[in-house]
């Protein structure tokens, strides 16, 4: 009997590795669909196949035709969308045939939970912390004293944040198109991330950064998770019925009350701190009962904490603040079985590090830059005639 083939939409980044490696050891075909012909997952024997398909930044339709007729060649059972992708992947659920799952919830409530707007209204509806929110016509209605923060609608990794003056309401030299204005709250910021299964939590991990590249963490711990942040998790998922990865940021007051200030749909970097041999377990069902892990664990991307640790060599405090805690962290990527996607990253990364350099940006931003949703896209709910030229997966 042929193994069962999962297909992941994407490669480049190490939580798509975590992905690779758990669906092998449990004896699936793995096939990847990227939009690079060079990517993090390409060098791992526990990948099956690599499939180039096109860039959805420049052409969003071919991208999705391109990705259904991988899945429907290989014939995969499952679909795992893995980042920034998720929010496209989702449109293909109508078009693929019903012996295919696509491990996400349906396209509308992404695209709802993405929206940082929208999903701290949601949130506030369901009665569950979040921050005061006003779109930038809204602005009168802010309270003088009120402390803000200013950031894009839909941006991810954090990009954009702001703090706006204080003691009065913001003007429109402080703000950018599509921006969102936040009460800003004071406290702790940790970060949950986890697997649901129509609305009911699977495995649960709460993680604080400990390094960061940017506004992206690149060093992180696991810590025991506050039960504010268990009960919001539990509560919000249940609402929305929600299926895949769900993950949030938090800041925790003072009187220890949690606060989500953003959402992502997607996997992230906790992740990481859920074992292989239960990962694709949880996705597929096989594993039914909720995971439980060990808190106090440290994890790094050890390539992306030497370009921060490189930037300190002229500050010797913050240098070797930075070397003591990355010594005692587990690298995400490495493994003795499966060595090459850790040992040849800066061969793998080669296209995004080029792309970071010409830019100006963090590797963690421009890693998924050309894979985030524009709020100006349409939604893509049907299948769509093929145009004349133009050919299916390369």
């Known amino acids: 009997m042929p193994s069962p083939c999962v297909v992941l939409t994407l490669g480049r980044l190490p939580v798509a590795l975590d992905l690779a490696r758990s669906f092998s050891s449990s004896g699936w075909r793995v096939v990847v669909a990227e939009t690079s012909g060079m990517h993090l997952c390409r060098m791992s024997r526990c990948v099956d196949r690599n499939v180039r398909i096109a860039n959805p930044e420049e052409t969003p339709e071919r991208y999705l035709d391109e990705l259904e007729a991988v899945i429907v060649e290989e014939g995969a059972t499952l679909v795992v969308p893995v980042s920034e992708e998720t929010l496209r992947v989702a449109a293909l659920r109508d078009r693929l045939p019903h012996t295919v799952e696509i491990f996400s919830t349906g396209q509308a409530t992404l695209l709802e939970l993405h929206d940082k707007y929208r999903f701290a209204k949601r949130a506030a509806a369901l009665g569950l912390g ?19 923060i200013a950031k894009p609608r839909h941006a991810c990794s954090g990009r954009g944040v702001r703090r706006l003056r204080s003691g009065s309401r913001p003007a429109l030299d402080e703000l950018s198109p599509g921006d969102l204005i936040q009460q800003r709250i004071d406290g702790s910021e940790v970060s949950s991330f986890a697997i649901c299964r129509s609305g009911r939590i699977l495995a649960l991990v709460v993680y604080e950064a400990r390094i960061l590249s940017g506004s992206v963490a690149v060093c992180f711990r696991s810590i025991a998770t506050p039960p504010a942040v268990k009960r919001w998790v539990e509560r919000f998922a249940e609402a929305v019925a929600y299926t895949g990865f769900l993950a949030f940021d938090f800041i925790i007051d003072s009187k220890e009350r949690a606060f989500a200030i953003e959402c992502n749909p997607r996997a992230t970097s906790g992740i990481h701190f859920i074992p292989a041999g239960v990962l694709s377990g949880l996705i597929t069902q096989e594993t039914r009962e909720p995971a439980a892990f060990e808190h106090g664990n440290t994890l790094s991307e050890s390539w992306s904490c030497l370009t921060v640790l490189l930037g300190k060599v002229l500050e010797p405090a913050a240098f070797r603040s930075l070397f003591t805690e990355l010594r005692r962290a587990r690298d995400v990527s490495f493994s003795r079985r499966d060595p090459w996607p850790f040992l040849l990253m800066p061969v793998n990364t080669a296209p995004i590090l080029w792309r970071s350099i010409r830019r100006r ?29 133009e050919s299916g997966a390369q």
Do not use: K, Y
């Open 130 to 148: 979040a921050p005061q929110s006003f779109l930038p016509e809204d602005a009168n209605s802010i309270a003088d004293t009120m402390p803000l």
């Open 361 to 389: 940006s963090t590797f963690a931003e421009v890693a998924v830059s050309d894979l985030e949703w524009r709020e100006t896209e349409p939604l893509q709910t049907g299948p769509r005639q093929a145009a004349p030229g």
